[in-house]
C-alpha cells in the first residue's frame, strides 16, 4: 500500500471512529427514550458530513482503453466542453500530458504537497486535506473542431467524427453544442466530480478553456433480495438501459465500443470509441398529464417493470416477428423503431451510459429537466446516428426536446505510468514526444 492509500484509509478510519465512538458513547442513555431518532442516538449533528466507505472505491487510470466507458455507471456524471488554446505539438503534448498527470492522481486520491502560504494551495480543499478516489472516472474525447483547426493534425482525424448536426425535433442551443475537448466525469457524489473539474481548470488556464457543462445524477436503489440489477429510471420514470449491451462482455465490446484501428480508421485510433453527448430536455409536466396506457405504449415497455408488452422482467427479449403488425408492441413504439431485433439491426447497437439532469425552471414556470445521454461506439454512423435517424418523427417527439451536446472521439487509454493519453496521436502526426513528464 502506498502512502497516499495509507493516508486516505486512516482518513476515513478516523473518522468512521470519532462518528462511532460518540454514538457508542451516547446509546445507553439514548436507549430507554421512545421516539429518538437514529441519527441522535449516534451522536451526529445536523451539520455532520455523511459517513461512505464508498469514497475508498477506486478505478485505475492506466490501461489500454480509458475507464468511464465499459466502468460501471456511479451516481453522479458531469460532462464538460472545452476551447483548446494549444496549437502547436509541444503545447498539445503539454496539455495531454497535464491532463493524464492530473487524471491520475485525482482517480487514486492522495494528499497534495503543502506549499508555502503566500501562494495559492495545491488543491482547491472542498473534499479537505486528503483527496478521496471516490469511484472517480474521468473520460478524455477530442471533438472534430481539435483536428479542424490544426493542419498538423487533420489528415489523423478519425475517419467518422463530425460536427454534431440538428435532427429533425432539435432545437440546439450552440452555446451548449460542440466542443474541441470533453472531459466525461463520474463518481459516487457531486462534489467529487466538482472538485475534479476545478483541478483541471486551476492546472490548465493556458491550454484550454471551458465553454460549457452538464450534470447529472442516476437514483441509488437498495440491494436486490436475489442480488440481480436493475436499470435506473429516468425522469419519464421509466428504466432506461434494459436493452443495453453487456459491458461485461468483452467479445460484445470488442465489435459494438472499441475502434480496431484497422480498415478505413488511422493506426492510432486503435482502442477509442466514439463518444455521443446529448443533452435532451423532457416535457415532465406534459408527460405527467399523459395517461399511463398512452406512455406505455409509446415507450413499448410496462412502467413498474420495464418489462415489454407481453413479458415479465425488464431483461425479456421482445419477439417482433411474431407481432408484424404492431398489435402486441405498436411499430412507432420507442424500443422498437430504436431496435426492431433483427439481424440487420445488430450493426447500429450503441452502449448507453446516460445521466439524469435537473436544472432549476425554465423562464416560463417549467421544470428545466432531461436526460444527459451519453453513448459509445465503434462506428458513429452505424451506431447512434442510425438509430437516430430511425426514431426521428417518433410519437416520444411530443415530451423531449434535444438541446445540445456532440460528437467526439475517445481516445486511447495510458498504457502505463510512463505513458500519457494522446500519445499515440501525437506520434502518428510525427511529433516525438519528450522523455520527461510536465
Known amino acids: 500500500m502506498t502512502a497516499d492509500n495509507k493516508d486516505t484509509k486512516a482518513f476515513i478510519t478516523n473518522r468512521r471512529n470519532l462518528l462511532f465512538g460518540v454514538g457508542a458513547a451516547g446509546g445507553a442513555l439514548a436507549a430507554g427514550v421512545a421516539g429518538v431518532q437514529a441519527a441522535e442516538s449516534h451522536g451526529e449533528q445536523v451539520t455532520d458530513a455523511p459517513v461512505s466507505d464508498k469514497m475508498l472505491e477506486q478505478q485505475p487510470f492506466n490501461g489500454r482503453r480509458q475507464s468511464g466507458i465499459v466502468t460501471p455507471r456511479p451516481a453522479a456524471g458531469m460532462v464538460a466542453s472545452f476551447r483548446v488554446l494549444a496549437n502547436k505539438p509541444e503545447e498539445v503534448e503539454r496539455l495531454f500530458r497535464t491532463l493524464s498527470t492530473r487524471i491520475a492522481f485525482l482517480m487514486k486520491g492522495g494528499t497534495p504537497p503543502a506549499l508555502d502560504d503566500k501562494l495559492p494551495p495545491a488543491d482547491n480543499g472542498i473534499l479537505g486535506p ?91 436503489l437498495p440491494r436486490s433480495p436475489d442480488g440481480t440489477h436493475q436499470s435506473a429510471r429516468n425522469f419519464l420514470g421509466f428504466r432506461d438501459g434494459s436493452a443495453n449491451p453487456d459491458a461485461g462482455n468483452d467479445e460484445l465490446m470488442e465489435r459494438i465500443v472499441w475502434v480496431q484501428g484497422s480498415g478505413d480508421e488511422p493506426a492510432w485510433t486503435r482502442d477509442g470509441s466514439y463518444q455521443v453527448i446529448r443533452i435532451i430536455r423532457n416535457f415532465v409536466e406534459r408527460w405527467d398529464r399523459t395517461p399511463l396506457g398512452e406512455q406505455e405504449r409509446i415507450i413499448g415497455r410496462l412502467k413498474p417493470s420495464g418489462a415489454p408488452f407481453g413479458g415479465r422482467t425488464e431483461t425479456e427479449v421482445p419477439d417482433y416477428t411474431k407481432d408484424a403488425e404492431g398489435t402486441v408492441t405498436p411499430l412507432d413504439a420507442h424500443i422498437r423503431l430504436a431496435n426492431n431485433r433483427t439481424k440487420a439491426s445488430d450493426a447500429n447497437l450503441i452502449l448507453r451510459r446516460p445521466f439524469n439532469y435537473s436544472n432549476g425552471v425554465s423562464k416560463s414556470g417549467q421544470l428545466e429537466q432531461g ?18 435517424t430511425k426514431l426521428n418523427g417518433e410519437p416520444l417527439e411530443e415530451y423531449i426536446k434535444p438541446i445540445g451536446g456532440g460528437f467526439f472521439f475517445t481516445l486511447p487509454g495510458a498504457i502505463d505510468d510512463n505513458d500519457f493519453l494522446g500519445r499515440t496521436l501525437l506520434e502518428a502526426a510525427g511529433h516525438t514526444p519528450t522523455n520527461n513528464k510536465s
Not at 451519453?374 to 437516430?388: H, T
Open 130 to 220: 486528503v483527496v478521496l478516489p471516490d469511484n472517480l472516472t474521468m473520460t478524455v474525447s477530442l471533438g472534430a473542431s481539435f483536428f479542424d483547426q490544426r493542419d498538423w493534425l487533420l489528415q489523423h482525424k478519425p475517419v467518422r467524427l463530425s460536427r454534431m448536426k440538428a435532427f429533425t425535433n432539435d432545437a440546439l442551443d450552440q452555446s451548449l453544442c460542440h466542443g474541441d475537448l470533453s472531459l466525461q466525469i463520474s463518481s459516487n457524489t457531486p462534489d467529487t466530480n466538482i472538485h475534479a473539474l476545478r483541478d483541471i481548470l486551476k492546472n490548465l488556464p493556458d491550454l484550454m478553456v471551458l465553454r460549457w457543462k452538464q450534470e447529472g445524477s442516476v437514483p441509488v
Open 371 to 388: 436526460l444527459l445521454f451519453i453513448c459509445y461506439q465503434a462506428d458513429l454512423d452505424k451506431g447512434f446516428v442510425a438509430v437516430q
